[in-house]
C-alpha cells in the first residue's frame, strides 16, 4: 500500500513536471486520445446516467491532472501508516 | 334615440390587451419564470413573445415518408454543448433566443451582422419538408421553415476568392455545461464549399412545425443541409463566415478518423463502429434502408463529380 502511495505520488510529480501544473487531466488525456473523453461521455450519459459525466466525472476531469494521483496517493501513504501504527 | 348605459365589467375596446399579447400569455409567464429561475436576462425574452411569420409550403422537396411527431423531434436532440445523451431539450430551454445576431463576413464585399428579427423580416421564408439522416443511424422527418443560404450570401456577395464557408455555432459558457470541457475545440465549427452552400437545398432553418425553432433543435437558428449527416448541421449559428481556406470542423478536430469535412449519406459506406445501410425512423421505430445522399442525389450529384478522391462519405 505504501508503495503503491509512493508511485503515485512520483506519476504525479512526473505528470506535473511533463504536462504543465495547471493543466486539465481532461486536457491531458484529450491529448493522449482524442476521441477517448468524447466516447466515454457518450457511453455515461446514455447508458448509465447524464449526472454521473456532469457532477462527478467532469469535476474530476477540470482537475489539474497530477492533483488526482497526488490524492490519491497521499491517502493510501495516510491509510498505510494508520495501518501500521495499529499493528 | 338608444342611449346605452354601460356597465361596470363592460370596457371600450380601445382598453381591450391585444390579441398577441393575450396568446403569447404562457409564453411570457413561462419566460420570466424561465428567467428568475435560470438568471438569464429574462424581461428581454418575456415582453416579446416568439413568432414566426407564416410561410407557404414547397412541395417541390417531397420527403417521400411521414412527418415525424413534432414531440419526438423536440424531444430527441443531439446538442453536444448541453451534453451527449438525448435528453437535452430541458437544458436547452437556457439558451436565451433574443436578441439574436448572426454575423456574415470573411470574403464579401458587404459584410453585415444581420438581427434575427431582421433575417425573419427581409428573407424570402418557406417551409420545406425535409429528411434529416443522423450518423448515428436514425433519421426523422421535418417540416421546416427557413430560407436558402443562397439568399443569405446574396445580400453580402462573396467574392472570389470565397471557396468556403464557415459555420460558427453559439458557445455560452454559463449555459452550455459541456463548455467546461475545456480541451474540445470551441465553438463548435462546421463548413461546406462554396457550391454546397449556394445549392438549392441548402437551408437556413428558423421554424419548425410552423413555430420559431426551439432551442434543442439549434434555435434560433441553424443549417441543415439534408443529403449530409446530421452533425454537418450547426445548430444555434453566430457567425457565417466565407473563406478560402476548407475550415476544419469541430468533428474533424476531435476524432478525424470518424468524421471527416463532407459527410455525404452513403448506405455503403459504414461508420468505423457500425453500419450505415439502414437507419431508424423516429416516431415509428421502424428500420427502413438509407439512401445514397440521404435520398437527395438527383439534386447534389453533380455537386461531387470529379472529386473522387476525396472522403466524401465521411
Known amino acids: ?87 | 334615440m338608444l342611449i346605452r348605459i354601460t356597465r361596470g365589467w363592460e370596457i371600450p375596446d380601445r382598453l381591450a390587451t391585444p390579441e398577441a399579447l393575450v396568446f403569447g400569455r404562457r409564453a411570457v409567464l413561462g419566460g420570466t419564470a424561465l428567467g428568475l429561475a435560470t438568471g438569464i436576462a429574462g424581461p428581454a425574452r418575456a415582453a416579446e413573445p416568439l413568432s414566426l411569420p407564416p410561410a407557404m409550403r414547397n412541395t417541390r422537396y417531397a420527403p417521400g415518408r411521414a412527418v415525424t411527431p413534432e414531440r419526438e423531434v423536440t424531444s430527441y436532440n443531439n446538442f453536444y454543448e448541453f451534453g451527449s445523451h438525448k435528453g437535452i431539450a430541458r437544458a436547452a430551454q437556457r439558451l436565451p433566443q433574443r436578441p439574436w445576431t448572426v454575423k456574415v463576413d470573411g470574403l464579401v464585399d458587404h459584410p453585415r451582422e444581420f438581427g434575427i428579427e431582421d433575417l425573419l423580416r427581409e428573407m424570402p421564408l418557406e417551409e420545406r419538408v425535409y429528411r434529416l439522416r443522423c450518423v448515428e443511424a436514425w433519421s426523422m422527418v421535418v417540416p421546416w421553415t427557413g430560407f436558402p443560404l443562397s439568399a443569405l450570401l446574396d445580400r453580402v456577395a462573396p467574392q472570389s476568392g470565397a471557396k468556403y464557408v464557415r459555420f460558427e455555432t453559439a458557445a455560452i459558457p454559463g449555459v452550455m455545461p459541456g463548455l467546461r470541457q475545456s480541451w474540445y475545440p470551441w465553438p463548435y465549427i462546421e463548413g461546406c464549399t462554396i457550391e454546397e452552400a449556394a445549392h438549392e437545398l441548402s437551408f437556413l432553418v428558423v421554424g419548425a412545425y410552423g413555430k420559431p425553432l426551439p432551442p434543442q433543435n439549434g434555435g434560433p437558428i441553424r443549417i441543415h443541409q439534408p443529403w449530409k449527416y446530421g452533425f454537418k448541421a450547426g445548430k444555434s449559428l453566430v457567425r457565417v463566415s466565407l473563406v478560402a481556406e476548407r475550415p476544419k470542423s469541430f468533428w474533424e478536430t476531435v476524432q478525424p478518423s470518424e468524421y471527416g469535412f463532407w459527410a455525404n449519406v452513403n448506405p455503403a459506406v459504414p461508420h468505423p463502429r457500425w453500419s450505415q445501410a439502414t437507419e431508424r425512423v423516429l416516431g415509428t421505430g421502424e428500420l427502413v434502408p438509407t439512401q445514397l445522399f440521404n435520398g437527395y442525389g438527383e439534386f447534389v450529384a453533380g455537386l461531387y463529380a470529379g472529386l473522387e478522391n476525396e472522403r466524401l462519405w465521411a
Request: no cysteine; hydrophobic share 60%; aromatic share 6%.
Open chain 1, 1 to 87: 500500500m505504501r508503495l503503491a502511495g509512493l508511485l503515485l505520488l512520483a506519476l504525479a510529480a512526473g505528470l506535473g513536471l511533463r504536462l504543465g501544473w495547471g493543466e486539465p487531466l481532461g486536457a491531458a488525456l484529450f491529448r493522449l486520445d482524442p476521441g477517448l473523453l468524447n466516447m466515454a461521455q457518450a457511453g455515461i450519459q446514455r447508458r448509465l446516467a447524464p449526472w454521473l459525466w456532469d457532477d462527478v466525472l467532469l469535476p474530476v476531469l477540470e482537475q489539474p491532472s497530477w492533483l488526482v494521483p497526488a490524492v490519491l496517493g497521499a491517502l493510501l501513504l495516510l491509510a498505510a501508516a494508520l495501518r501500521r501504527r495499529r499493528a
